[in-house]
Structures are given as structure tokens and as C-alpha cells.
């Protein structure tokens, strides 16, 4: 028997005025019936969808709370990261960020900007993910990169469209946002909890976290949950507004709710009246807010400005002042991290401080201590800075009694009872060196602490760095505890039986160790170096020290004022790698664990940019000659035909070199008179030319041999690039016949697109024009390089 069609519109009649009052009710609070009202419409279409179960769609409204999931929360990788975004604590921060803008922007000072303003509401960033207009994924935003799927507990907030409301939705969109317990709502979950005599909840934030993670949804539908849309991520087969603000009241419009606090303001003074207006009303709202973000608001303008590491450029949250609460400091210990650093940390009385009972506290260093002063036993401010990690802020000294206690620095390693010793700092430039003491004290017990062990194996084994799948800080700290690891490359050298022998472990899980140990062995050079733990080296350093250097070797034997020529490293940066390169012991580390068969996976070419790239004025400037700058280097460089003539020359000789300022040449002089400061000038000319990075190497920056691959194509750069700048993409492009434009058209070959990537990407998917990630790019690359 066919289902009756007057049965079908009635079913979708229903579906849609329940889904209209949803959205008045929970999204724009205009409730428009009662309660009784809006339970006689859903009952109908309960009994309808029961008498006729074919009716029955998964976005129906009667369908929000499904089934309990077979297992746990799979894994979600993010299309687009969910970045986070940098703070801002004070006015002065705020300005700064402004400031920047402009700057990037090249605005004048009296330009207009606008700004899109919002509440931070303090709950959980989420991603929902809408197909022909119907909710199909939500995950939450775990590291940026990868989260989890809640799309069961997601469907139970009747704030999130199950299918967006209207027309004209992209093919594809995904909205980001945040779910929260709004305060009303967590007192009534709390006092439940109290008279059923259960654990209650700390905080909104805190309720709403655990809310969203219980493997049943009927539990999260109990749960006075709210959902707020603050961005767009994936936007595919349509487009959107060209604004921050005019595309969230467009979602708003699909049915998607949208904070009523939102703004459009011009400039700083804008943002900061929406500061001091929302700061004021904050304890007024009906949920929790830890500051206020402000954003770029033209879309255009957000990708000119790009992004910095995880975080956008054109967005900043301006954090409120954080709380502050007394209480008595007990103690000062001491930790000992994975560089050797000895850290002081504060251990408090409990006490309850924004939400959180703290117990502990840093004091981040020495000097720290000393501008405090601090003593055991005082009573203290302590204050969650950001509203998360708890610091203290003052001494009450008229509160003192006599009997509290001054805080040293131990003179031995808490752990290893090696000697404590202070770092020192060392300013360098224009030929001078200014030593100073550094505010951190380290142990100089190295892999022979056990802190520090253990420290640099979590590291080394995480999953940015070697990716050892089931090797876990309880492990590794009984594989140090019982000595049957000191180095790194003793990981390498275990068998299923040493695992065995570990808590926790049985056959199977022994023998998947054994086989993830054996499987790191190959590794990306850039993870490599990540899992050494040179100081000052993140992820990103990583990545660009191996992408321009191109094989471990080279790093290795890097003078550090040659690493200063590669994008975003510093001559401090620089002097941290070499130094950590030349130890003695961290060498050792490096041989055995090649030794262990480490299978490096590197392309050993330098970056085509910096082949025959250096030239004879960029070394002088790159040697700190006392007043000689670029015009100077550039005259000694237009009348020396080589390092070695200049190394020659006297001072009857330099008075020739047109343009050269008498003070110019008293700064080289005096150079050429230092036997250590020519050894070195010769030292990193000879490494120029073992690099290939010598003027007189520039033939082997582009093969001539052969057609080059990508003659005849046009590709097109958007997003961020985080393994190297755009710039150096668009050069390696160049350098293999591509035409690199700034736009998309019908003639474009392939677009590469990182994070944040915009109208261009949206652009070419309609024209159908193929789309590379950077790892897809980078491949690519090393494979066309190669040929």
C-alpha cells in the first residue's frame, strides 16, 4: 500500500512549523505559541510517523536523540584546522594588535577598519558539518587538527538545525561554534545532582564539556546545552557574504543561532567602547564569558593578513582580568624539565578561584621569586591569568608573622643531585658579545637525570615528533625507573620480552609496541629534528630547517650564521641549534639512533631559493662589521671581487672603495685586525660553497637540462603555507617553469591551498580546477625536483 501523498505533505507540513518554532524559540527567543501548543504539534507528528514508519527521516525533529554508539568517539580530521587565537590582557595589547593591522594592512592611521566584536563564551568549539543543507557530522575542535565525532550528542540540542531553514545554503558548509551551559541552566543540573545526592558539576564550561562526551545522548538531551555560531570553515558549491558579520546573520537566517551581543564597530576606539560597555554588563549576561573577540571584518582583508603559526592574524580575544582569591603559600619545590631547567612551582592551600580549586601555582623562575618576594609560608594573590593557568600575582607582606621561610635555588638536581648551574645570556652584534646572567638555572646532568629522561622520551615519542603509537608517560617512566632505557636509542633496542615485563602490558599490546617502535623508524626529517628537542625549536622551525636545508647532515654541520639566511630563524635561534649540534653528547644520541637504523626521509637537496642565492654583500653584512651596513657591504662588494680580496685589503686600500664612510672602514679595520673574526668569515664563505649557497654556485639553482615540468602551467597560492612561506613556494614554482598568478580562472592548472583559504579555493572548486594541500604539494614537489 503506497503512503498517502496528503499524509506525506501533512508530515513535512508538521516537520517544518515544529523546526520554525525551534528556531523562534531556541535561536531568535521570540517563542510565538506556548509550550502546550508546541507539545500537541510534536505529538502529531509522532503519531504520525508511528502509524506510517516510513515517513520516519533521520532529520526529523522527533528523531534529535538516537541510538547509544557501539563504541566510543571516533576520530574527526578537520578539513580546515581550527586554529586558536592569540590574547590579548590589557588595553596596551589591544592596541599593539590594532596597531598591526594597520600596518599589515598599509592603512593609514585615519583609515576606517571594521571590526566584528563577540562574547568569548567559555564553553566548547565545536564544527557541524551541513550537506544539501543537512547536518551530516559535528566533532568537537580537539587540537586544532583532529577531534572527535559527537554528531549523536550534537543532534540533541534543539539549537542546532537539523536541516538549515530557507534556500540558497552551499552544497557544503560547515559552521563553528561554541556549545555552553548557560548559568540558569547549570544551577538547576547542580541542584538536581544535590538532591539525588551526586557529584556536582565546578563550572558551566566543566558541565558542558562532560555533557557533550557521554556515550548516550539520551544523557546529553537532559542537559541544558545552547549552541552560538561564531564562524565558517569548509564552503563548498556556493558562496557567501564577503564579511565576518553579514555571513553569521546569514547563518542566522538558515536557522543557526548567533550571539544578540554581536557588533560592528570602526577602529580601536570602537573596540575598545564594545570592551568597556560588554565588561561592565558581564555578570548581567545569562552565561559565562572569559573576554571578547575581536575580528578583521572583510573577508579580503582576513586573508591578506594571513596567519602566524596556530593562529590568525586578523583575530585576537581580549581577555577580562582574571579572578583573583588569598591563600597561604606552603611551599616552593622544585621540577626539572626536558631541557635540564629547574622550575619552581608553588604549592598552595586549596582554593577556589574562577570556577577551579588550585592547589599549585608557577612562579616560573628565580628572578620571578625575587620580584615577588615571596616566602614560604606567605599569604599570597593567586590569579588564573587567562582564566587558566593559575600564577601568583602579589605577597601581602603585612600579613607576614616572622616565621616564614626565604626560597633559594638548590644547588644540586632534586632528582639526579648533579650541579645546578645559571644560563647565561649573550647578546650578539656588530662584533661584540654582552654576557649576562639568564633568569633560568639547569642541571647539567643531561640524559643521566632521570627528569630530564623521561621528559625528552614523552618528546621524542609524541605524535608530532617520531608518532610512537602506545608508548605513554606511565611506560616511559617505568622503562627509566628500571633502567632499561637512557637514551633515546634504546627504544630501538627493546624486544616484545621487555615489555612484557611492564604494567599494563600483555602479549598483543606488547608485540603492537614492539611493531610501532619498529614502524618510526621511518621518519620525515622534519619530525626527526622536532623529536630532538633543540632548544627553541618547535614544529615549525622543524619543518623549515628541513625543507630548506634538506637532509640532517647539513643541519649538522651549519655555522649559525649561515642557518640566519632561512625564513624566521634569528641568530639567537641559530646559535641554539649549532650549539646543540656540536655537543659532544647530543651527537652520540644522533649516531646511535642512526645506528638503530633511523631511516630518514629527506629529499638531501637544499631549497632551489637558496642555491647560488648568497651573495659577496650579503656575507660582509651577515659578519657584524661596526658600520658597515647594506649600502656599505654593497660599495666593498662593487669594488672586491672576492671575500679573500677583502680580507686582504689594508687601510690605503679600503679609502678607494667609493661610497665607503671613514667610520666604515675603522669598523673593518678593526675586523681584520681579530684573527678569530677572519677565521670565521673564511669558515662560512668555505660552507657557502659546500652548501651550494655561493654566488659562484648560482648555475645549479634552476637545471638547464631538459623541458621543465610545469612549463606552460599557472598555479595559484592561498591559505597559509606552514612548512614554508609563500614566497619560497612561488619561487620553486618559478624555478620549474610555472606561471604563479594571483587570481583564479578558467586557465588555472592547480590551486595549492593551506589554512585559511578562502574565495579563491571556493573559486576553483565551481570551476573545477584541481587542489593541492601543502603535503600533497610538498610531495610533488620533492618529486619534480628530483626528476
Sequence with gaps: MSLPESVSRRAEQLRAEIEQHNYRYHVLDQPSITDSEYDRLFQALQALEAEYPELVSEDSPTQRIGNKPDSGFSEVTHEQPMLSLSNAFSAE?????????????ELP????????????????????MYEQGRLVRAATRGDGYTGEDITLNVRTLHSVPLRLLGEGWPARLEVRGEIYM???????????????????????????????????????????????????????????????????????????????????????????????????????????????VFKVDRLDQQQALGYVARAPRWAIAHKFPAQEEITRLKAVEFQVGRTGAITPVARLEPVFVGGVTVSNATLHNMDEIARLGVRAGDQVIVRRAGDVIPQIVQVIEERRTGEENRVSIPEHCPVC????????????????????????????????????????????????????????????????ARDMVRSPADLFRLQVEDFLSLDGFAQQSSENLFNAIAASRQVALARFV???????????????????????????????????????????????IHNFMQDAHNRQVIDDLL?????????????????????????LLRMDIPGV?????????????????????????????????KKAREGLLACLQQPEWVEEARALEAQLLAFGMH?????????????????????????????????????????????????????????????????????????????????????????????
Design 109 to 128: 592611521p585615519e583609515a576606517e577598519l571594521a571590526f566584528a566584536c563577540e562574547p568569548k563564551l567559555d564553553g566548547l568549539a565545536v564544527s557541524l
Design 629 to 661: 651596513a647594506k649600502t656599505g657591504a654593497q660599495a666593498l662588494a662593487r669594488h672586491f671581487d672576492s671575500l679573500d680580496a677583502v680580507l686582504q685589503a689594508d687601510a690605503a686600500a679600503l679609502a678607494e672603495v667609493p661610497k665607503f664612510s
Design 595 to 619: 645506528v638503530q637504523g633511523i631511516e630518514l626521509q629527506q629529499n638531501e637537496q637544499l631549497a632551489p631559493e637558496l642555491q647560488g642565492s648568497i651573495s659577496l654583500d650579503q656575507l
Design 417 to 480: 643531585g648533579a650541579d645546578v648551574e645559571r644560563t647565561q645570556l649573550i647578546k650578539r652584534g656588530k662584533g661584540r658579545e654582552q654576557v649576562s646572567e639568564g633568569a633560568i638555572y639547569r642541571c647539567v646532568g643531561r640524559l643521566s637525570c632521570r627528569a630530564q629522561l623521561t621528559q625528552a622520551l614523552i618528546h621524542f615519542v609524541s605524535r608530532k615528533a617520531m608518532d610512537i603509537d602506545g608508548l605513554g608517560e606511565k611506560s616511559i617512566e617505568q622503562l627509566v
Design 695 to 787: 654566488w659562484r654556485c648560482e648555475a645549479a639553482a634552476v637545471p638547464q637540462t631538459g623541458a621543465q615540468p610545469l612549463t606552460g602551467q599557472t598555479w595559484v597560492l592561498t591559505g597559509t603555507l606552514e612548512q614554508m612561506t609563500r614566497d619560497q613556494a612561488k619561487a620553486r614554482l618559478l624555478a620549474l617553469g610555472a606561471k604563479v598568478s594571483g587570481s583564479v580562472s578558467g586557465k588555472t592548472h592547480t590551486l595549492v591551498a593551506g589554512p585559511g583559504a578562502g574565495s579563491k579555493l571556493t573559486k576553483a572548486e565551481q570551476l573545477g580546477v584541481p587542489v593541492l594541500d601543502e603535503d600533497a604539494f610538498i610531495a610533488q614537489l620533492a618529486q619534480w625536483e628530483s626528476a
Design 182 to 292: 548557560p548559568r540558569a541552566g547549570f544551577e538547576r543540573l547542580n541542584e538536581q545532582a544535590r538532591a539525588a545526592n551526586e557529584k556536582t558539576f565546578v563550572n558551566p564550561r566543566n558541565a558542558a564539556a562532560g555533557s557533550l562526551r557521554q556515550l548516550d545522548p539520551a544523557v546529553t538531551a537532559r542537559r541544558p546545552l545552547e549552541f552560538c555560531c561564531y564562524s565558517t570553515g569548509v564552503v563548498e558549491g556556493g558562496s557567501l557574504p564577503d564579511t565576518h558579520t553579514e555571513r553569521l546573520r546569514q547563518l542566522n537566517a538558515w536557522g543557526l543561532k548567533i550571539n544578540a551581543e554581536m557588533r560592528r564597530v570602526q577602529g580601536l576606539a570602537g573596540c575598545r567602547d564594545y570592551y568597556t560597555d560588554l565588561a561592565a554588563r558581564r555578570d548581567a549576561l545569562s552565561y559565562d564569558i572569559d573576554g571578547i
Design 93 to 105: 595589547d589591544m592596541d599593539a594588535f590594532v596597531r598591526r593591522v594597520y600596518e599589515r594592512l
Design 530 to 576: 622536532y623529536a630532538l628537542g633543540i632548544p627553541e625549536v618547535g614544529e615549525g622551525t622543524a619543518r623549515a630547517l628541513a625543507a630548506q636545508l634538506g637532509s640532517l647532515q647539513r643541519l649538522r654541520e651549519a655555522r649559525p650564521r649561515l642557518l640566519t639566511w632561512l625564513p624566521d630563524i634569528g641568530l639567537e635561534v641559530a646559535h641554539e
